[in-house]
């Protein structure tokens, strides 16, 4: 089993940045990708990153250019570096973790930490 546990969720304003981190631990031999997702209220899940172990990463249309996805993985973390942020960016950010980064092969999710942009 994998566990996966989110940091960095909060309250900022439009235009502000903030960093979500991402820890797994477990048996990680198998996660050789990671990913950032996003569902507002009513919304659909979005994938707004995703990372391989390799360091090839891959991104949301809405986010690109105000979103860095990267890893460390001495730590087992991933980060995703939000600038920018828009009123429309408020949503509960999950991470997820699987052998590759096809959202049916995402096997273990986090529980989600709450991003809220006041405008």
């Known amino acids: 089993q994998v566990q996966l546990k989110e940091f960095g969720g909060g309250l900022v304003q439009a235009g502000e940045s903030l960093r979500l981190s991402c820890a797994a631990s477990?048996?990680?031999?198998?996660?050789?990708?990671m990913a950032w997702y996003r569902q507002a209220p009513g919304g659909l899940r979005l994938r707004v990153a995703a990372?391989?172990?390799?360091?090839?990463?891959d991104y949301g249309d809405f986010v690109k250019g105000r979103a860095t996805i990267s890893r460390d993985n001495a730590k087992n973390t991933v980060y995703l570096q939000m600038n920018n942020l828009k009123p429309e960016d408020t949503a509960v950010y999950y991470c997820?973790?699987?052998?590759?980064?096809?959202?049916?092969?995402?096997?273990?999710w986090g529980k989600g930490t709450l991003v809220t942009v006041s405008s």
């Open positions: 997820a973790a699987g052998p590759n980064w096809l959202e049916l092969d995402l096997e273990y």
């Open positions: 477990g048996n990680i031999a198998n996660i050789k990708a």
């Open positions: 990372i391989t172990t390799g360091g090839i990463t």
